[in-house]
């Protein structure tokens, strides 16, 4: 979700004004995906890199993210939206991490749309935490370092229980990953548009979507190979 900044210094605003506005582009598309069938989706909302931004902005940040889920949980849960959080759940503050704990206690049964939150997340970091994992099952002696294989990895990742991203989307102009799901986007589809994430709205994911409707998903195979499997 980026391009919050650069959308409220365009107006003259401070840069925190954008991160209130982006809240309002997470509801509509939050909406969008659970009516278009979408059945999870992932929001890159504070990265293990954004801890360097000045102490204001993070604080900023940390306390609309609490305020945001206090305001909207019972509404997700209402609609069926099961809600998860990744990532270093020890860099953030009490207050959030129990509020995070709560709201993904009472959407648990949920199965409409899971919605999974990144905050404090870093791709390299959930890859060294499921590599730890592997090292320490081998020096217990409980797996044979020949038995690791891409399954290994994936059960010590974050997501382990959820399928792999069809498509990614990123706002703001940028053309890159910035450490999201590494492991995970091995696959995805790309999408990649100028428009800043508070204007981000229903059109522009209905345009993401139909840029993902026209890709052919080879997984490594031929056309050819595609064409004779739907004969
Ligand atoms: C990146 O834009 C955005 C963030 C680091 C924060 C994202 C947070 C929200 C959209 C707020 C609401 C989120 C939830 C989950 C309730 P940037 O600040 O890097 O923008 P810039 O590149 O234009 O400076």
Same mark, same amino acid.
């Given at each position: 979700m980026d391009g919050n900044g650069r959308w409220a210094r365009k107006r003259a605003l401070p840069r925190h004004v954008g991160h209130r506005s982006g809240v309002k582009s997470v509801r509509e598309i939050v909406e969008t995906a659970a009516k278009r069938g979408v059945k999870y989706l992932t929001l890159f909302a504070f990265s293990s890199e954004n801890f360097k931004r000045p102490r204001d902005e993070v604080s900023m940040l940390m306390a609309l993210f609490l305020e945001s889920l206090q305001r909207e949980v019972e509404e997700l849960h209402k609609n069926n939206v099961r809600l998860r959080c990744v990532g270093a759940? *020890?860099?953030?503050?009490?207050?959030? &991490?129990?509020?995070? $704990?709560?709201?993904?206690?009472?959407?648990?049964?949920?199965?409409?749309?899971?919605?999974?939150?990144?905050?404090?997340?870093?791709?390299?970091?959930?890859?060294?935490?499921?590599?730890?994992?592997?090292?320490?099952?081998?020096?217990?002696?409980?797996? *044979?370092?020949?038995?690791?294989?891409? &399954?290994?990895?994936? $059960?010590?990742?974050e997501l382990r229980d959820l399928p792999d991203p069809d498509l990614l989307i990123r706002t703001g102009g940028e053309k890159r990953i910035s450490n999201f799901l590494l492991w995970n986007l091995a696959y995805s589809e790309m999408w990649f548009t100028d428009v800043l994430w508070p204007d981000f709205r229903q059109r522009d994911f209905d345009d993401a979507l139909e840029f993902f409707g026209k890709r052919q998903r080879r997984f490594g195979s031929t056309p050819e190979q595609l064409e004779a499997v739907k004969c």
């Open positions: 759940r *020890d860099r953030l503050n009490l207050a959030l &991490t129990e509020k995070i $704990s709560a709201a993904e206690a009472l959407t648990a049964d949920n199965d409409g749309l899971t919605l999974v939150l990144a905050v404090a997340y870093g791709g390299r970091w959930d890859i060294v935490n499921s590599t730890r994992r592997i090292a320490e099952r081998v020096a217990a002696g409980e797996l *044979d370092p020949d038995d690791i294989d891409e &399954t290994t990895v994936e $059960s010590g990742l």
